[in-house]
C-alpha cells in the first residue's frame, strides 16, 4: 500500500498489476468532506470506525461502523463526516 495525504488525509491505495480493475482506498480518521461528485467504477464503502453521512439517489442517511455503502458507477454521491466527528473506512473501487 502507498501512503498519500490529499488534503491533509492520509490515505493508503492498494493497487496489483494482476488485478488492473481494482484499487482500495484506505482512509483513517479523518473528519474530510467531500462535494458531490462521481466515480466510473462500482464503489464499496465499509465504515471501519465512526459514522459518515451518505447523499446517494436523493436521499441522506448515516452509515455507522461495520455497514456497507454501495454505489453505482456514475452515480452522484458525498459521505461526509458528522458533527465534526472523524471517520475511518475502506473504499473498494471495481472498474465496470
Known sequence: MAAQSVRSVEQEYWRHNDLPHIEL???RQSRIGYKAHLH???SIGAIEQGTTCVN???AER??????LVLIDPEAVHSCNPVDGHSRS???LY???
Request: glycine share 14%.
Open 25 to 27: 482506498r484506505s482512509t
Open 40 to 42: 466510473q467504477a462500482l
Open 56 to 58: 446517494y439517489g436523493g
Open 62 to 67: 448515516l452509515a455507522h461502523a461495520g455497514e
Open 89 to 91: 473506512y475502506h473504499m
Open 94 to 96: 471495481l472498474d465496470n
